[in-house]
């Protein structure tokens, strides 16, 4: 099965703002962060996320940052002191 150029377009949106969100963390550019399917399968991540399941929350550690996605698609980052920053949804910057 296919994915449509929308169901593309979101998927590549919530890879792209995760790691946006790492690098101005880390203050480093997103092309000098490993490969985000080091971590993770990235499919399976906006998979996961495109169900719309309820209060779903995926949590992983990406280059020292703990890294949660919701249900919503929105993405919190936060650095190993555990200081939040504030959550980034879809279509924010």
Not at 11 to 35: C, G, K, M, Q, Y
Not at 43 to 61: G, I, Y
Not at 75 to 81: F, K, W
């Amino acid at each position: 099965m296919e994915c449509s150029s929308i169901e593309r377009s979101t998927s590549n949106d919530l890879l792209h703002r995760i790691i946006r969100e790492v690098a101005d963390r880390s203050a480093v550019e997103p092309t000098s962060l490993p490969p985000l399917y080091d971590v993770l399968d990235p499919d399976a991540l906006t998979a996961l996320v495109q169900t719309r399941a309820d209060s779903l929350t995926v949590q992983f550690t990406y280059v020292g940052y703990e890294v949660t996605v919701d249900s919503d698609g929105k993405v919190s980052v936060t650095d190993e002191e555990r200081r939040s920053r504030p959550t980034v949804g879809p279509g924010e910057q």
